[in-house]
């Protein structure tokens, strides 16, 4: 197993440096400049070139690519000249609203998605799959943002049971933190519900006509054990792999989410760079959440091995 995870680590260094990469060059090559937002409209050209010698701008591409390989090597992301602080600080600071949401919506959505798709496969052809797909159907079509504005107005101001924007860390109040991202994490949930429900579904018809299982309800098992021990512990891994993706698709995600409900996240954070031009803070931003995914995935791969030998033996 200590080979299987080392394999898995070594594995990740690649896919964050081509992330790095790509994140720095298409940053450096898109058409303006900070310069532009710290010298105003009316900088003249000798201000503009003195901004850029300070930001490092007048230097060559490769240049600047080894300083800041450089500076990453060292844990540090750049320095944002907007915010007047460290990108690592500012990243950092925004990371735990994103990973509050992204995290409360990949367990609601796993938890719902797999009880529908155990249920729908269990009562296969009848009304409970039908109502259940359909659900699932229902989440997959609806826009996000549309259905966080739709709880908005029904919970925040109709029946004003939550607050419709802000966060509250856990650290301060556990009870607020929860009343402040339900709303959100209910939101960002709702369409990936669908998607692994469906998966969990086909997964596990495929498991409950091998022999195994007949023979489990043959022996006189009871239903639960027949098919939680057993079917949903043998259709578990093409689950984990939606599960993997879901959580790319929930942190991309948040970027809309948190503007529809005003959380102070990095999503919210490197669309007002990009606005701005505050390229180390893109750089830094795309870095962190990639490395998130990755982390992830990671982890993904280690259950893997957990539930199917084969896996992590590399047969």
């Not at 003195?50 to 060559?60: F, K, M, S, T, Y």
């Not at 004003?160 to 109040?173: N, Y």
């Not at 102070?264 to 750089?283: A, C, E």
Request: net charge neutral; hydrophobic share 55%; charged share 15%.
């Amino acid at each position: 197993m200590t080979l299987f995870i080392v394999r898995r680590l070594l594995s990740a260094i690649p896919v964050l440096f081509v992330v790095s990469l790509m994140s720095f060059v298409i940053m450096w090559l898109v058409p303006g400049d900070i310069t532009a937002v710290l010298g105003g409209a009316d900088a003249s050209p000798e201000e503009i070139e003195r901004i850029r010698e300070q930001v490092g701008l007048d230097r060559p591409i490769y240049e600047r690519a080894i300083i800041w390989y450089s500076s990453l090597f060292h844990g540090d992301l750049g320095y944002s000249y907007l915010l007047d602080r460290p990108v690592v600080d500012a990243v950092l600071e925004r990371l735990q609203v994103t990973l509050s949401l992204a995290t409360l919506a990949l367990v609601i959505a796993t938890l719902v998605g797999v009880l529908l798709g155990v249920l729908a496969a269990v009562k296969h052809n009848t009304w409970l799959d039908q109502g259940s797909m359909i659900a699932a159907l229902v989440g997959l079509s609806i826009p996000d943002f549309w259905f966080g504005i739709v709880l908005i107005i029904l919970f925040g101001v109709t029946l004003g049971w939550l607050p419709t924007g802000g966060f509250v860390p856990i650290t301060e109040d556990v009870l607020g933190w929860a009343r402040s991202m339900t709303l959100p994490a209910l939101t960002l949930a709702f369409t990936q519900m669908g998607v692994i429900a469906r998966m969990t579904r086909s997964s596990m018809l495929d498991v409950l006509n091998q022999d195994f299982i007949r023979t489990a309800r043959a022996k006189g098992m009871r239903a639960h054990t027949v098919v939680f021990k057993h079917a949903l512990r043998n259709a578990v891994v093409p689950i984990l792999t939606v599960v993997g993706v879901t959580t790319g698709v929930l942190l991309s995600g948040a970027v809309v989410i948190e503007t529809v409900f005003s959380l102070p996240g990095v999503g919210r954070l490197i669309i007002g760079s990009i606005q701005r031009r505050d390229f180390p803070i893109i750089q830094g931003g795309l870095l962190v959440t990639a490395s998130v995914f990755v982390f992830v995935n990671i982890i993904v791969d280690m259950l893997y091995g957990f539930f199917d030998p084969r896996v992590r033996d590399g047969r």
